[in-house]
């Protein structure tokens, strides 16, 4: 797997990276996950269908999707968070959506953060969305915006391509335009948590977990 090119989006300083890779899932590994995901039913209302396995990077056939996954989160938390705490996945699953569907807006409650993995898109940009912006923040006023930009913007959004990784905080509102003239749109996230120590052992102020 190659990265290409990484994409840095600053929306209120909130560490969110999209990696354009070269891996390509092959289209009857992409018609399984869609084969699955299509089984659920959970938010099929709310424009998405997600596989009732939340474990689905255990399976054999997406191991090698699995290793570029992890090796996106590393470089991830070495590069971006800056940080050398041990992490872990905690769960995957897949997701589908049709012609004209969108994903809602939603948090992931119990994560580091989040990772998706776009196996086949041409339409239906990842949204991002925040109470405030970073100028609001600061000085809660009604402003005259004349260039919408990462401080002064409540959303982003950002166009996907197949082969996308894009990583950032599950704490952070996220969910997808409507999928318009792209046809299927399949994807798979996966939730990553620290794990070992946290803290220092010298320090009464430490966890293993």
């Excluded at 049709?98 to 992931?108: M, P, T």
């Amino acid at each position: 797997m190659e990265i290409k090119k990484i994409h840095e989006v600053g929306l209120c300083g909130l560490p969110i990276r999209v990696y354009e890779t070269d891996f390509i899932l092959s289209n009857s590994k992409i018609e399984k996950i869609k084969e699955e995901a299509k089984q659920g039913t959970r938010f099929k209302e709310r424009g998405a269908h997600l596989t009732k396995n939340k474990n689905i990077l255990k399976y054999d056939y997406l191991a090698d999707l699995a290793k570029v996954i992890d090796t996106v989160a590393v470089i991830y938390r070495d590069d971006t968070l800056g940080i050398s705490n041990k992490i872990k996945m905690t769960h995957s699953w897949g997701a589908y959506q049709q012609e004209g569907q969108e994903h809602h807006g939603h948090r992931h409650q119990n994560v580091l953060f989040s990772v998706v993995y776009y196996a086949k898109v041409k339409s239906g940009n990842l949204r991002f969305s925040v109470d405030k912006s970073i100028l609001e923040e600061q000085f809660y006023f009604d402003y005259t915006i004349t260039n919408y930009n990462e401080y002064n913007s409540t959303s982003w959004t950002i166009p996907q391509q197949a082969g996308n990784i894009a990583v950032f905080p599950g704490s952070i509102m996220h969910g997808t335009t409507p999928n318009i003239g792209g046809g299927e749109r399949i994807a798979v996230g996966a939730n990553y948590f620290v794990t070992g120590m946290l803290g220092n052992e010298a320090y009464t102020q430490h966890e293993i977990i």
